[in-house]
DNA sequence: CATGAATGAGGTTTCATTCAT
DNA sequence: TATGAATGAAACCTCATTCAT
């Protein structure tokens, strides 16, 4: 049986692309949580099979490695960037760069907040993929900082806000939203996901408003 | 197989306390590089033993597995907490909250970006260590936490600082110097760490100060 | 690490009853072989896989150890005396116990010889079972020695022997059967073990005829 | 250091005969205690050493390899053949065979019996052994069953006894003796040392005497 | 002579992956 | 397509032995 090869480079054996996309959907989905409780190194492929009711054979039709799981999971918590630039530059030109701002923290923190686990996990497990791979999540990881880059220019440009470094403080805002997932075992004790957008919008506000 | 086992709870064959420390710091020197470059996953014991200069043997004389000397970069990486403490309380005696604050952040961040290897490695493999350890690093890392309340709540006190949720704060600044490590990939294209320093310090003190 | 375990508490990743069954027979039988030709300390996993044609991952698939194997091993040496005490006690009331002793002799003996490699590797490898294990062991060796108490009993009920001591000449004649298999090196050069089965039962029976 | 070789075949740092002889004998005392509890795959050199209050270069000074102590301890619990038969020869010429054979195995269970763990530990470990020493084992071994042949044939000859094989019965006897040590798990539960002797004095004596 | 730190080959066991069914 | 038994390379760790002190 010879490996055909889909456009993400991840081998499968069918070639009924709806079915592997269904199939890798699945996969990905039930392997997050499997992963994120257990540990990608710490859980192996029977585990993992038996976890997410599927066989190791099953599996291993769909995906080409172990490591394709996890490339698919971490891609999968990343590929936005284009997704928010497009909705961000439609809204400026009706809204004033503050309140894109505003509903961007939203947005963004309540999207990581949703995938808690998968961001976390991705935090824990880019650095043990390939690095072909990681120069692919970091590209996808720059459009976001890029994304929120754009807004912060905007608002700068209108004397909205005063920023010294905008690349920097747009990094600063990607990350405190990363970080609900990330250091979530202690951010949990002190406040709901609610009020941490709320209040890291007041705190990000009051230091960029001129 | 009788093993002696010293206050860390980690086994070693030698009695000589005295070498214990000083192989054991050689170990977890030498293996921090090693692992931030090729992995902790990624290198074996055979690998790590002829990157450091040691046998296998040897490295096991003075560790009991793989994973303690994991815990012994970790932990190093974190046991500061009481050493800020006390620093802080003598400082803020004879300076203002903003000034502590600030040579805090330049210190603190110093520090971590002296570290930046094993900081960045920490986040990483802090979950792949066993439960009861995990306990052990978290429990130091809310002292750094702690340390960074103690200036914030003086200056809300002298009136100097305006912040409504302080444990976010001292969160988001104890996080933002670690990202100078985590995400270096990205920050040492944008700034030096001193340029990183100034102007964190620039965004934390305009989003706190009254 | 998840593997489910059947009655004997020995870990296996199958659960396919049957499968487990009969691998594990084959496992048990070939490498009684192989660990009696040149030892069980002697021999590695890699060798002993080679040597009963499968590899070590599947001997691994029916089995938790090593040490789980040298169990099997031992105790289908053992595990008969229940099946004993039933014929004697059914023969005992047909027969004299002079002829039913003569029989077991005769019985056990063979029993015994056709299985004298197990049977020495028993008695030199008990002892490195953990104790756990050692404690099945000895139970089930009491019980050959309980079945054949069960005709000495009857015979000096019925006056047809005299012993002083039942527990002891039932012991004898169960070890004086294990020594063909022990101390065969030796015996072999002296009789056959139809011989030895003969002279053996003529010793026996002069001893206790009253 | 060049290694010398002293008569046992066995290598030694030391040219101190003296020396050599009674450090050799405290290791095997000492090794036989250690190795009887824990077992000989079981114990390693650290922890031999430990037990015994050595240090682990020390032992190698008197001795070449660890099969060198279980070498020397199996010896020792054999190597009385040719004494046992002196002290026969010269006590066939003054008393019966039934009273010598009755010194007989009172002296040799006794002595067994006391070296009880030495005895037990030779049968289980002889085949670890290399086949070299192997047969100084089992020659020695032949002795002890010789010694009593020449009892049982005196007896024989002078009517006293009626037996068909005297060789299997003088090894039912020693082997016999054996059993003491190696199936003390069971024995010590239903008699003593002095009531063993008797009770199997008493059986024997009943299967051969005409 | 005595010590015990150091060595590294080799032990047992795991696990990603394959492939016959 | 789906299964899970089988594979064997490679992982972690042990331990008999050596040798500088």
Sequence with gaps: LRRTSNKDGIRTFSTDTELVESRRAEIVDDATRVFVKKGYHETN?????????????CIYHYVGSKQDILYLIIDKTNNRGEH?????????????????????????YTYTGIKQDAT???YQEVPSL?????????????QDIEACSIILRKGVRTGEFKIENITLMAHNIIVLGHMWAVRNWYLKKICSLDEYINQQTTIILRSITS
Excluded: C, P
């Design 130 to 142: 390939e690095r072909k791979w990681q120069k692919e999540i970091t590209d996808a990881a720059k």
């Design 84 to 108: 928010w630039i497009e909705g961000i530059e439609s809204s400026l030109k009706t809204m004033s760069a503050k309140k894109v701002l505003e509903l961007f923290i939203r947005e963004y």
């Design 120 to 122: 976390a996990f991705a």
């Design 45 to 57: 492929m029977r585990e993992l099979a038996h976890e997410i009711g599927k066989s190791v054979g």
